[in-house]
Every structure is written in structure tokens, then in C-alpha cells.
């Protein structure tokens, strides 16, 4: 019995050494970040910024690759079907792994299960914006008009699913409206059609609407989180302007599952340092990104805790996946 367990200890230890070698060795090749959204916007932006960062510090190119699709569902199961080596990493963000599964009625990957979490990359709100020639300067006098007018008012969406859907979603369940649902292939033309009056409202995140919010061409109501939005000091949150929705979405990385935990902590170490770094955090915010680093088991506790809520907010919205 005794001989059995020395030669056990002898076979973790033998394994335990080699392993540590390994990641010592590890990256002998480029690593891809697969971004599940077309180039241009707040993922593709992120994503390329932590890579050319990771890049110094790990020795090796680290290259972003565009996978759009399905609402980030094409690039992010590519990732979860990968090599679980460290070579193949992806953006994750709360409306591709939380409000997904919980939109539709069936999702080919769980991201507790399925993904290893590497580390967070920050808090990405999102801003109820309107066409700066609106006759509603404020969110009260949105929910008033649309009261006034059922049926008459639509709000734009990158598509079905995702945040935008949900946030217009919430908004119709809590504040009894009947705002109509106009789904658009990707972000940029569903800020479009504000901008076109053939919506009169969508639900955007920062990085995408800040050129025209700053050019004077839309106009934000109100921002998502528990704090105001550095660029947009004078636009409440919705908490302070009495509505309660407060869904607040994240961006970080992942790996498929069964990544070595040493090759997870490399990765970690490298993504935080690019995360902390005050001219990164300049670059997040103008991708409408709020700097927000961490452990693995940080972004995994940060999982747990929000996927619920957001399927909480599909069920009270009464929206029936499709």
C-alpha cells in the first residue's frame, strides 16, 4: 500500500514538473484571439489593443481574427471546439455567453462549462440614445411619448438577441409600452437608422455611439451602471433617472476548457498588465469600455453572479427564446 502511494506521489510529482516545464516553454507560436464580431467595432477594438500588448510579453505574435456570426455564437463556438493549448483564445462578452443561452433556445456552448475564464477586461455599459433633432430631451419624455403612442414607436437592434433587444425588451415590460422591435445586421446600422428617423430609438454601447454623440448628431437619456459615464458626465444613469434597469455588461478573455491552469495564468499576468496601464485604460474608454482587471477566479465569480441576472431579465420581459 505504502509502495503504491510513493509511486503515486512519484507520478504527480513527475507530472507536476513536466507541466510547470511545459508552460515555461509555452508560447512557441503565434496565439489567436478570436473576436466574434465584425472588425470596427467595440470588440474587434479591444481585442486588438490586448493583443498588440500581450505580444510584447509573451514573446509571440498574438493575432485577432474576426469570426461574426449569429450574434457572436459562430466565433465563440470555434473557440470552445478548439485545442485547449492556449493558442486559441476569444473576446467573451456578457451578450455573447450570459444573454445568448438565456435569448434563444438553444446555445452550443455553456460558458460555465465550456470556457476557462482568463481575466476581465472591463465593465461595458450601454446608452439609450435618440436623434439629436428628437422632440424628447429626456428619458421621462421618451416613456411619455411612447405611452402616447403605442405601436408608433421602434427602437433599433444589432439584430435579434443581444442587449439592445433586451434593454428595449425590459423597457416595454416595466414601463407598459409597446415599442416595436426593428433588427439590423450589426451595430453601425442600427445607430443608422436613429440617425435616419427610421427608428426612434436604439440601445448602443458606448465605443460605437461616442463619435456621434460627440459630433452632436445623437443624443444619450440615459447610461446603464452605477455611475455616470466619464464623457457623458451630464446624462443620468437609469437608476438616478427612477428606471430600473441596470444591466451592465463585461468584456474580457477565455479559453476552451481543460486549458492548463499554467498557460491560464500566463495569459492572465499578461492581460492584466495591458488592463492596468493608464494609457490602456485611455483606449478602453474610448471603446466605451471601463478598465476592470482581475483574476481568473475573479472573472469567474463575475460570471456566476451576472449570467443569472441577465436571464432573470429575459424571463421578466416575458421574451420567449427563439
Known amino acids: 500500500m505504502h509502495r503504491l502511494t510513493a509511486r503515486a506521489f512519484q507520478a504527480a510529482l513527475l507530472c507536476s ?3 510547470a516545464a511545459w508552460a515555461q516553454e509555452w508560447p512557441q507560436r503565434p496565439i489567436r484571439i478570436v473576436a466574434p464580431f465584425a472588425p470596427g467595432g467595440v470588440t ?7 493583443a498588440a ?7 509571440q505574435p498574438v493575432i485577432v481574427e474576426n469570426k461574426p456570426g449569429a450574434q457572436g455564437v459562430v466565433g465563440t463556438s470555434l473557440v470552445k471546439n478548439a485545442a485547449p493549448d492556449g493558442y486559441t483564445i476569444v473576446l467573451m462578452s456578457s451578450s455573447v455567453g450570459c444573454v445568448n443561452p438565456a435569448m434563444r ?4 456552448f455553456d460558458i ?10 472591463g465593465a461595458a455599459p450601454m446608452a439609450m440614445v435618440v436623434s439629436a433633432n428628437a422632440t424628447t430631451i429626456t428619458l421621462d419624455q421618451f ?7 403605442p405601436d408608433k414607436v421602434s427602437y433599433s437592434s444589432p439584430g435579434i438577441g443581444g442587449s439592445a433587444h433586451l434593454y428595449g425588451a425590459v423597457m416595454n ?5 409597446n415599442m416595436q422591435l426593428v433588427p439590423y445586421q450589426g451595430g453601425a446600422p442600427a445607430l443608422q437608422a436613429v440617425l435616419a428617423g427610421e427608428t426612434q430609438m436604439t440601445f448602443a454601447d458606448l465605443g460605437s455611439a461616442s463619435g456621434q454623440l460627440q459630433a452632436g448628431k445623437l443624443r444619450a437619456l440615459a447610461v446603464s451602471g452605477d455611475a455616470r459615464w466619464p464623457a457623458l458626465a451630464n446624462v443620468p444613469t437609469f437608476a438616478e433617472a427612477g428606471y430600473p434597469i441596470n444591466l451592465v455588461g463585461w468584456v474580457g478573455l477565455m479559453a476552451p476548457s481543460g486549458t492548463p491552469p499554467a498557460v491560464v495564468r500566463r495569459l492572465n499576468a499578461e492581460l492584466r498588465r495591458f488592463v492596468d496601464a493608464d494609457d490602456s485604460r485611455g483606449t478602453l474608454l474610448t471603446a466605451g469600455v471601463a478598465a476592470r482587471s482581475g483574476s481568473a477566479e475573479q472573472m469567474a465569480s463575475a460570471v456566476r453572479e451576472t449570467c443569472p441576472a441577465w436571464a432573470d ?8 427564446p427563439e
Do not use: E, Y
Open 17 to 19: 514538473i513536466g507541466a
Open 44 to 50: 474587434d477594438m479591444v481585442a486588438r489593443a490586448a
Open 53 to 59: 500588448s500581450m505580444s510584447i510579453g509573451l514573446g
Open 105 to 108: 433556445k438553444s446555445v452550443p
Open 112 to 121: 460555465t462549462k465550456d470556457f476557462a475564464p482568463i481575466g476581465m477586461i
Open 143 to 149: 416613456i411619455a411619448h411612447a405611452k402616447a403612442n
Open 173 to 177: 415590460a416595466t414601463q407598459g409600452l
Open 313 to 320: 431579465a429575459v424571463r421578466k420581459a416575458n421574451i420567449q
